[in-house]
């Protein structure tokens, strides 16, 4: 709903699992989808005595992740022990970041439509996951479920905690800056962001307030929404519910919700009294973060391209639209692709032939661009030929089409199959004049006024060259054959 008698406020908080190969206090290998409790050791089951070790990885990415989101990066960060007992929990405790984390006060920057925006970031921080718990005989979730077990293989996971400042202010902005968020950490190795299989999660903090007040209003929390969709539907849903129950004279209670997709139902989950006492304390079996200053400073210079720096420079150098240049930064790889076709053929060109003609063909090989037979400099080379009516457009795609399939030299396919434009003017016209001899009626009708019809004689004569004609120049000798030019 949108309501121009009130305004929505929304804060994010991102769980990321890092790409590290390791945990974040010990040396098990993290994995998706292995056997239950093989990746498990005395520090991640918490058996006595057993120490923890930071991970210097987790350490490094969660670095690269507070120079994108333009945060400072602590000089001195510390672990705390976050106290709550569930069985996910061996020890009774998460470590985690509290009162000194490692990233604070950045901006991210995001695109839409209509220009640049910013959500500020609060912090970020590393903390460790809990283990996975699988509940069985009913329809997976814990309610109805039969009973309980645990696979410990997610325990101890390097997560980071990105949180934002409450500066949204819909689903759909909520949306745009998760999904640029989220492509920014993937282009820069921190996370797979993979939200289907969880390693990235999103809570979504939601109030609303009159229009023009500052205050804001009692917020509630929308729990793991796993898609961008969902994200959008359910913060969506949740401003409407707020402003339903406001405009009836009620008052909304700090909770948290659970956002169910399928019938787009919003439950509580706990209310505010429920709310934890953590009793956080610093860890003292780990020593802080301090990480070394020339090593921070060399990160930040190795940073590529950021993805919004990419589409800007697209869109002011390159004369892409902002479709084209969200598109084709979706991968670091597919950027790659496509700057190396647009080094060798005008980019505009080089973005319609990547996010189109080629991608359709290669997507009924299941391939993509980068790993496919048709190197940057094949697919510049027919563009050019295209461009110079070397070949008819036509013709261009098929050449595609056999370096997609064999990889072979655009030229020498050209050569091979005899498919260079026509460019003996007078066998053209020869073709024109027998094909209005031809078709008498439709000649009439285009004597007639029916330039249409033109259309049709384009197409005779690509059929009767095999795709070698211009079809550009056949429909004006069309019209200068049939009407005198
Ligand atoms: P809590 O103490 O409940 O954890 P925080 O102040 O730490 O709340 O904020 C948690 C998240 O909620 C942040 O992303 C923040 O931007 C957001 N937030 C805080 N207040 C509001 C509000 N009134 N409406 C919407 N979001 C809010
Ligand atoms: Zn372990
Ligand atoms: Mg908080």
């Known amino acids: 709903m949108s309501d121009a008698r009130w305004e929505a406020v929304i804060g994010i908080e991102i769980h990321a699992q890092l790409l590290t190969r390791t945990k974040m206090f010990c040396g098990c290998a993290l994995s998706f989808g292995d056997d239950p409790n093989v990746h498990t050791c005395p520090v991640c089951l918490a058996h006595p005595g057993a120490l923890p070790v930071t991970n210097r990885e987790a350490v490094r990415l969660a670095i690269v992740a507070g120079h994108a989101l333009g ?11 976050k106290n709550y007992f569930y ?13 000194e984390p490692v990233c604070l006060g950045g901006t991210f920057r995001y695109l839409t439509e209509d220009g640049e925006r910013t959500v500020g970031i609060t ?4 903390e460790e996951d809990a283990a996975k718990l699988i509940h069985t005989g009913g329809d997976g979730r814990r309610a109805g479920a039969e009973s309980s077990v645990v696979d410990f293989n997610r325990g101890g996971t390097p997560l980071l905690e990105i949180v934002t400042e409450p500066d949204l202010r819909s689903g759909a902005e909520a949306a745009a800056f998760l999904k640029q968020l989220r492509q920014t950490l993937v282009q820069l ?59 009836d004279g009620g008052t909304i209670t700090q909770e948290t919700l659970h956002y169910e997709p399928t019938p787009g139902e919003i439950t509580s989950l706990r209310s505010k009294e429920e709310a934890h006492d953590y009793r956080y304390f610093p860890e003292p079996d780990l020593v802080p973060v301090v990480p070394d200053r020339a090593w921070v400073e060399e990160i930040r210079a190795s940073l590529p391209e950021l993805p919004i720096d990419r589409r800007e420079r697209w869109m002011r150098d390159l004369g892409l639209t902002f479709e084209d240049a969200e598109v084709l930064s979706e991968t670091a790889e597919l950027a790659g692709y496509f700057e190396a076709v647009a080094a060798v053929a005008p980019p505009k060109s080089a973005a319609n032939w990547v996010r189109g003609e080629l991608r359709a063909q290669l997507r009924e ?37 056999e370096v997609v399939a064999t990889g072979a030299a655009p030229r020498e396919v050209v050569e091979a199959k005899g498919l260079g434009a026509i460019s003996d003017e007078t066998e053209l016209i020869a073709i024109v004049d027998r094909l209005l001899a031809e078709n008498a009626a439709q000649a009439q009708q285009l004597r007639d006024g029916r330039d249409k019809v033109v259309g049709f004689f384009v197409g005779q004569a690509m059929r009767a060259t095999q795709g070698r004609a211009d079809p550009a120049r056949v429909g004006e000798l069309v019209r200068e054959r049939a009407l005198g030019g």
Not at 71 to 81: M, N
Not at 365 to 374: C, T
């Open 71 to 81: 945060c400072e990066i602590a000089e001195r960060s510390v672990f705390s022990r």
């Open 189 to 247: 190795g921190v996370t797979d962001g993979n939200m289907e299989q969880g390693s990235m999660r999103a809570d979504a903090n939601i109030s609303v307030r009159p229009a023009g007040r500052e205050a804001f209003g009692t917020k509630t929390e929308l729990k793991n929404m796993n898609s961008f969709t969902f994200l959008e539907r359910g913060i969506t849903a949740e401003i409407a519910r707020q402003i339903a129950v406001l405009e």
């Open 123 to 126: 912090r970020a921080h590393l």
């Open 87 to 99: 069985p996910d929990l061996p020890k009774a405790y998460q470590i985690s970041q509290y009162d």
């Open 365 to 401: 090989r299941g391939e993509e661009p980068w790993e496919s037979e048709v190197t940057p400099a094949a697919l510049g080379e027919i563009i050019a030929m295209a461009e110079a009516r070397e070949i008819s457009m036509p013709n261009a795609k098929a050449v595609l089409a």
